[in-house]
């Protein structure tokens, strides 16, 4: 494999024999740009530990395919290109389109067509425009070929790893342990990287309590210093709304991207990324399977230093029977302000929750919870709610409505729910983090 840089391009190309016959709205502050402080050295976790099962085949007929070249030409933040040449026994070629992906998850691979030079075999597949949004830099970009010829028969390379989507504009420190590879921009605070691991190490036990294994790739953290380097890979603007935005977890990426905000420490910037690391270990062992306020409740719980007392504030309003109804349409939503306007209230609702079922099942049962939700194959987005409750259930031993009950007792509220005035039923779309109370 040879990798070349040249400017902000970086190609990587591989050379084949192969023959097969089958938003913020303030700038943060800016930071002394010194030196990073060394990490001790440890295991290194293998960057490329991607399952892809899937090996190189023919389809629909009989030839002989070569591979001869592939290239992956990198123009972050404008996209990338795929670049190749492929002969076949069957004729000439007729079609071209890549597969493409972070993780080794074949529902989460993108198609991209291509076009073809049937005389030559050159082959070109561009990825670009709002084919290339919201792409963040640094992931890893995975790929196969597919190409057909003019007797039909279709070719599947097998696939192929190591590119990167590379910031190359500006200067970064790439850092790696066990837990993450992690991309700190240059101009954030210096001890950023230890307080990182030390973190993400602290973690390590109880998220295999929970999720029972470690994640199936090593997952990226990307640490930006400036608004322009969170933005510009993305159309939408990051504090539209209202709402700011300052991290966001991929999980079919394998990627957190994380803002340094205004006057954040990095022990604040550490806490947030492990909030969305939970949400990578969500995505890799149940996929989301859950309501919103348990997704972002269990992030949540996964915290070492909260920024308030998340179960005063439901507290406060549980001795005043103002709980939501948790097992009713979604329950809360994560962002929703809640009785007193401040926000994030799905987020603490569900934080207590988890807490609950922790001191009362215990982590066995969480993590029982996991494999059950896990368990379907196949699993549509209007299944997932009664999906989640029956597992729940199924646990714990008890009705959704027992556990709810039980829930609100321990709170401090009355058993029997409150007479509420219905509300809409609105689908939970995965949020980024935001900043409490909308700072």
Not at 158 to 171: C, F, H, P, S, V
Not at 248 to 255: C, D, I, L, N, P
């Given at each position: ?137 640094w992931v890893p970009i995975n790929y196969r070929w597919r190409i057909t ?168 309003y549980a001795i005043l029977d103002q709980l939501p109804r948790l097992f ?112």
């Open positions: 494999m040879k990798h070349s840089i040249f400017g902000p391009i970086m190609v990587v190309t591989i050379v084949f024999g192969l023959l097969l016959g089958v938003l913020i709205s303030t700038a943060p502050q800016g930071y002394a740009q010194d030196s990073f402080t060394p990490v001790p050295d440890v295991d290194v976790a293998n960057n490329d530990d991607y399952t892809y099962d899937d090996p190189a085949r023919v389809e629909n007929g009989e030839a002989e395919w070569a591979l001869n070249e592939t290239q992956f030409i990198n123009n972050y933040p404008d996209g990338f290109t795929f670049m190749g040449n492929a002969t076949s026994t069957g004729g000439k070629l007729a079609s071209v389109s890549v597969f493409f992906s972070s993780v080794g998850k074949e529902d989460y691979e993108i198609r991209q067509r291509g076009e073809v030079n049937p005389e030559t075999g050159q082959m070109r597949v561009v990825v670009e425009g709002t084919d290339a949004d919201g792409i963040p830099p010829d003019e007797s039909g028969t279709i070719y599947y390379s097998e696939w192929i790893l190591g590119a990167e989507y590379a910031d190359t504009t500006r200067q970064w420190t790439r850092l790696e342990t066990n837990d993450a590879l992690v991309f700190i921009q240059e101009g954030l605070p210096t001890n950023i990287a230890d307080v990182m691991f030390e973190k993400l190490a602290q973690k390590r036990e109880e998220y295999l309590r929970v999720f029972g294994e470690p994640l199936s790739y090593s997952p990226r953290i990307i640490l930006f210093a400036d608004q322009t380097a969170f933005q510009e890979w993305r159309s939408f603007e990051a504090g539209a709304g209202g709402t700011i935005i300052v991290g966001q977890a991929f999980g079919e990426r394998g990627t957190i991207v994380q803002f340094l905000f205004q006057n954040e420490t990095a022990e604040e910037l550490a806490n947030t990324v492990v909030h969305e690391v939970t949400h990578l270990y969500q995505f890799d062992k149940y996929e989301f399977r859950a309501v919103g306020w348990w997704i972002e409740g269990e992030a949540t719980f996964f915290e070492f230093a909260p920024d308030y007392d998340y179960a005063q504030r439901v507290r406060n009713v349409d979604f329950g809360p939503i994560p962002n929703s302000a809640g009785p007193d306007g401040r926000g994030r209230w799905g987020y603490d609702v569900g934080y207590t929750f988890y807490r609950f079922m922790v001191e009362r099942f215990g982590y066995e049962t969480l993590n029982q919870l996991v494999q059950l939700l896990a368990e379907p194959e196949e699993l549509a987005g209007f299944e997932v709610d009664e999906h989640f409750k029956a597992s729940l259930e199924a646990v714990t031993g008890q009705s959704v409505d027992t556990l709810e009950r039980q829930w609100r007792v321990w709170l401090g509220a009355p058993e029997d729910f409150p007479t509420l005035i219905p509300t809409p039923t609105i689908a939970f779309n995965f949020p980024p983090t935001v900043t409490p109370f909308g700072q």
